[in-house]
């Protein structure tokens, strides 16, 4: 690999959660340092925020209607506008040329340009967005719980169900998967795909309303916060509670490529590091921004050491060393990707596109066969009763009432006899046969028997001992 990556390291007494932002920039090169900002649009927000997989774009929108896209290499405004309604939430669809942005009544699709292209009115009134970049679904979710499927393709609506769990803040996708996780308002988080009108996971993490959801890189862990000021780590293999970590009412969560958990609480961003790999996260770095600022969302750049907050004045970017992965595959995720490059690899993504039905728990099961059942043997009680209800259920058999002397009771008991008969046969033919494969084991595991004395001569003589 070109590059490694490393951590803030302390010497002696020293806390790398002391370290403050004015002292990494003394220390880090001039490119890095210009990841160090903030911008303030004081009636505009609070602020909401989404990157493309490569880290290169970042789509904002403020809750008054602003919404904008910037460069984040260049550091150029793309394109900005103003919708003039409640924004409540902006995601990427597939590449930077397409978003989507979650408007007062509708969610709304505009391209890179601001020219809107579709308003999708079967969604409704929503408040989290997400996409689906292998299957090209876009997931949204009302405050009452109401999930939809659509695929941005065809524009085929693929899914509509009512969670029933309760009022509804916060949505994430599992990148390991591409299951749906929701928290509800309850204390639980429930998982789900586009195919099952139920859901695949129900899971109680808190006792109160959960604020904030995020997962790691690999799927594995789910971070989850509540109203009663606990984080918690989930183990999602074995659904079972890591670790957990109190004192933080944190309203927004998440994971860097490299692993560490950044969480939004009030002014205040913490970021808490695994540096053991023994899931066992604590303090990292920290960073309190301007008082009375609230942070709503804070999100990592992708291949970039650097956590951005958006809060209630605009937003803040941070240096986090550590957070980023050093190095990028160019087939995955392209930060210096040209025009042509990305016409390409759209092609190639919709080449690739997933169907829905392959969004499941455990994605490794496609591909390989079901494995064989050998059917259980029935024991001799349940034949038994089986044998007595087909018995019973002939007894109650009406007989047919014939002309006279073709009726009589002897001969009524007779054919009530050949039907209970009829009825026993199956069970003992099945007994009888079992009892002449067992007498055969018995025959073969027992002595040999005595050949007649004009074949003795062909039996193969033992040797002497």
């Known amino acids: 690999m070109p590059s490694e990556g490393g951590y ?12 403050k932002q004015d002292q990494l920039t003394r220390e880090v090169d001039i490119l890095s340092s210009r990841n160090q900002y903030d911008i303030v649009l004081k009636d505009l927000g609070p602020y909401t925020l989404d990157f493309t997989p490569s880290g290169r774009y970042m789509a904002t ?35 930077e040329t ?21 308003c999708l009115k079967e969604h409704g009134a929503v408040s989290r967005l997400q996409f689906l970049k292998n299957h090209f679904l876009l997931a949204s979710i009302n405050k009452f719980g109401q999930l939809r499927y659509q695929d941005v393709t065809t524009g ?10 309760g009022r509804t803040e916060t949505m994430q996708i599992n990148p390991y998967n591409g299951v749906v996780a929701v928290g509800h308002s309850a204390g639980t988080v429930s998982m789900w795909k586009p195919t099952s009108a139920a859901p695949l996971v129900k899971m109680l993490c808190h006792h109160g309303p959960i604020s904030a959801l995020a997962f790691h890189p690999n799927g594995h862990l789910m971070a989850s916060c509540g109203r009663e000021k606990k984080i918690k780590i989930w183990d999602l293999r074995k659904f079972e509670v890591v670790q957990t970590i109190p004192g933080h009412h944190a309203k927004t969560l998440d994971f860097s490529q490299k692993g560490l958990l950044a969480a939004g609480t009030g002014s205040y961003a913490q970021v808490l590091g695994d540096f053991s790999g023994t899931q066992n996260y604590s303090r990292y770095m920290g960073h309190s921004i301007a008082k009375g600022y609230q942070i709503g969302k804070v ?24 957070s980023g992965e050093p190095n990028f595959d160019t087939w995955v995720a392209n930060p210096f990707e040209t025009s042509k490059q990305r016409r390409e ?33 029935p024991t001799k009680e349940e034949i038994e ?31 009530r006899k050949v039907l209970i008969d009829k009825a026993k ?26 050949l007649p004395a004009s074949l003795k001569r062909f039996v193969r003589k033992k040797a002497a001992v």
Not at 67 to 87: C, F, G, H, W
């Open 8 to 19: 803030l390291e302390a010497e002696g007494v020293e806390k790398t959660w002391r370290i």
């Open 61 to 95: 929108a403020g809750r008054k209607g602003h919404v904008a896209i910037v460069d984040m290499k260049s550091m150029e405004l793309i394109r900005e506008m103003q919708v003039k309604e409640t924004v409540r939430d902006i995601v990427f669809l597939h590449n």
């Open 98 to 118: 397409f978003f989507a942005v979650a408007q007062k009544k509708y969610p709304y699709i505009y391209n890179r340009d601001g020219i809107e292209l579709h």
């Open 156 to 165: 085929e609506m693929i899914g509509n169900f009512r969670t029933g769990l």
């Open 299 to 322: 999100s990592f750049r992708p291949y970039e050491d650097v956590l951005v907050m958006g809060h209630s004045m605009g937003w803040s970017s941070i240096l986090i060393p550590g």
């Open 345 to 377: 690899k759209e092609i190639h993504s919709l080449l690739d596109k997933l169907p829905p039905e392959t969004i499941m728990l455990d994605p490794s099961k496609i591909g390989t066969l079901r494995p064989y059942k050998k059917r259980e043997k």
């Open 385 to 415: 009763a089986e044998k007595e209800a087909a018995v019973e259920s002939v007894k109650d058999i009406a007989l047919k009432k014939k002309t006279k002397g073709r009726n009589k009771t002897s001969k009524r008991v007779m054919k």
């Open 425 to 450: 046969k199956p069970f003992l033919e099945k007994q009888m046969l079992e009892e002449g494969k067992v007498a055969g084991k018995k025959r073969n595991l027992g002595e040999e028997t005595e």
